[in-house]
């Protein structure tokens, strides 16, 4: 069949057709429908494919993620430890309520021993702060420079945990007057800690 008998078919009799005309427009749409069918397939098939992809991404981030934190999952566990023995050891600084007037003697006498003059004394109200106590200790002590600046290494280098606060130093006849707030920490008893607790929640 000739190129130039193509060009003179009717598109709308096709039934009028020679056989080799109509052999031929059947294999063009036999293959047009076949191809068709295949881009469809292939789709479905190359979504399907970036979708396992994207999930296989994800997979792999939620594995790296879970294996960095069971790698450090021992050191996380080793600094946990250290920090419960840091802490046990600094509440072993903190001396509980009968302990406290043996402290404040000591303070007293860290400064009567560095021969300064205690012109004021004064502990005054703790105050409850979590799971401790802060008592605040007014002092005016009298003497000279060297002596008061020994008296507050004297006071860092105690057993027990004592702070200078707010401090003023003037000079006076004697020599120097320094005023200060010392400040004392304990730990709560458990008696002391669950009437806390109960406190806070009768005042809620």
Same mark, same amino acid.
């Given at each position: 069949?000739?190129?130039?008998?193509?060009?003179?078919?009717?598109?709308?009799?096709? !039934?009028? #057709?020679? #056989?080799?005309?109509?052999? *031929?427009? %059947?294999?063009?749409?036999?293959?047009?429908?076949?191809?068709?069918?295949?881009?469809?397939?292939?789709?479905?098939?190359?979504?399907?494919?970036?979708?396992?992809?994207?999930?296989?991404?994800? &997979?792999?981030? =939620?594995?790296?993620?879970?294996?960095? $934190?069971? *790698?450090?999952?021992?050191?996380?566990?080793?600094?946990? @430890?250290?920090?419960? $023995?840091?802490?046990?050891?600094? &509440?072993?600084?903190?001396?509980?309520?009968?302990?406290?007037?043996?402290?404040? =003697?000591?303070?007293?006498?860290?400064?009567?021993?560095?021969? &300064?003059?205690?012109?004021?004394?004064?502990? +005054?109200?703790?105050?409850?702060?979590?799971?401790?106590a802060v008592q605040p200790i007014t002092i005016k002590v009298t !003497?000279?420079?060297?002596?008061?600046?020994? %008296?507050?290494?004297?006071?860092?280098?105690?057993?027990?945990?004592?702070?200078?606060?707010? *401090?003023?130093?003037?000079?006076?006849?004697? +020599?120097?007057?320094?005023?200060? =707030?010392?400040? =004392?920490?304990?730990?709560?008893?458990?008696?002391? @800690?669950?009437?806390?607790?109960?406190?806070?929640?009768a005042k809620k």
């Amino acid at each position: 069949m000739k190129l130039a008998d193509l060009k003179n078919l009717n598109p709308k009799k096709p !039934g009028s #057709w020679p #056989w080799p005309a109509k052999i *031929i427009a %059947f294999v063009l749409m036999f293959v047009a429908v076949v191809a068709a069918g295949a881009i469809l397939i292939l789709q479905d098939a190359w979504n399907d494919l970036q979708n396992a992809k994207q999930e296989e991404e994800k &997979l792999k981030e =939620t594995f790296l993620v879970k294996k960095r $934190e069971a *790698i450090n999952l021992d050191l996380i566990k080793k600094q946990l @430890t250290e920090t419960q $023995e840091s802490f046990g050891a600094l &509440l072993k600084q903190l001396p509980n309520k009968s302990e406290m007037d043996a402290l404040l =003697t000591d303070i007293n006498q860290a400064g009567l021993g560095r021969g &300064l003059q205690f012109d004021l004394f004064k502990p +005054g109200a703790e105050t409850v702060n979590g799971s401790f106590a802060v008592q605040p200790i007014t002092i005016k002590v009298t !003497g000279n420079y060297d002596d008061i600046g020994k %008296f507050a290494s004297d006071i860092a280098m105690l057993p027990r945990i004592v702070t200078l606060n707010d *401090i003023a130093i003037s000079p006076n006849a004697a +020599g120097l007057t320094m005023d200060a =707030t010392a400040k =004392t920490f304990r730990y709560l008893s458990d008696a002391e @800690t669950s009437a806390q607790k109960k406190s806070a929640g009768a005042k809620k």
